[in-house]
């Protein structure tokens, strides 16, 4: 298996930046990955992508030195274990709220004996010797579990002390519906930027890296800033709708006529 270009980054101390996909076509993945992500994420939970799109997307992006990751629909070893073996280089898992869920979580991502994956890695084996990829996948793949709930916060140390955890994902939008707030993404709410530092602390202390779903650009820097060390903003799909939206207003703001979107 290749060198996973985003741990790499990590480990040199930099941040990373990261392309979400919601869009299941391999030309939009493709325009995409040339657009200076250190990493881009096919969204099988939320986006409208399904295995085959994810592959197809992967086999776009293949040119570009962009690392490939997923986030599955849900903490399962059948769709994490197809994931891997279609080339996925890094698993986002959401709802991890437990020390056994991100017990299973490392399980379903790693080869015998740190795991129990199956063995089959019909494309992320597929271009190097039999068992070279089988050799290096335990210690380049990253497992990254989504940290979305009061209950997962209530449980990071025994989640963040699971050996085989890499990173964790913080998903904003769930995590303030769980602490009964309005789900929404950049947050300003001192309960939850109170979390986020928290987090921050605890994966500090063990070596561990810490993402975030962000909104803007603005507010991914800021994360950066505050610590996060993988920052994704939006998606394909809402970048489309902004871009298409400010470029159908400008028109009509030159023109001298006002028009509602």
């Not at 497992?143 to 997962?152: C, D, L, N, Q, R």
Request: glycine fraction near 10%.
């Amino acid at each position: 298996m290749a060198t996973n270009e985003l741990k790499q980054l990590w480990k040199s101390g930099k941040a990373a930046v990261n392309g979400w996909l919601a869009i299941p076509s391999g030309f939009s993945a493709e325009v995409m990955a040339r657009c200076g992500w250190d990493s881009v994420t096919v969204d099988m939970q939320h986006g409208v992508q399904d295995y085959m799109s994810m592959v197809w997307c992967f086999q776009a992006m293949g040119r570009e030195p962009v690392t490939p990751m997923v986030r599955v629909p849900w903490n399962e070893p059948g769709i994490i274990g197809k994931a891997l073996d279609g080339g996925a280089y890094g698993i986002i898992c959401p709802m991890v709220n437990t020390k056994a869920e991100a017990e299973a979580l490392v399980s379903y991502c790693r080869y015998p004996p740190k795991g129990a994956r199956s063995n089959g890695p019909i494309r992320a084996g597929s271009y190097g010797s039999a068992g070279e990829y089988q050799r290096t996948a335990n210690d380049e793949i990253l497992v990254i579990p989504m940290i979305e709930t009061k209950e997962a916060v209530e449980n990071i140390e025994a989640i963040l002390d699971v050996p085989g955890i890499d990173a964790i994902y913080v998903g904003p939008s769930d995590l303030a519906f769980s602490l009964g707030l309005t789900p929404k993404l950049d947050s300003e709410e001192p309960q939850v930027l109170a979390i986020y530092e928290m987090l921050l602390a605890a994966c500090k202390k063990r070596g561990i890296y810490a993402g975030i779903h962000c909104g803007s650009a603005a507010y991914a820097a800021r994360a950066i800033k505050m610590g996060f060390r993988l920052t994704t903003i939006a998606n394909d799909s809402g970048l489309m709708a902004k871009a298409a939206t400010e470029a159908v207003a400008a028109v009509w703001k030159e023109v001298g006529e006002f028009r509602k979107a």
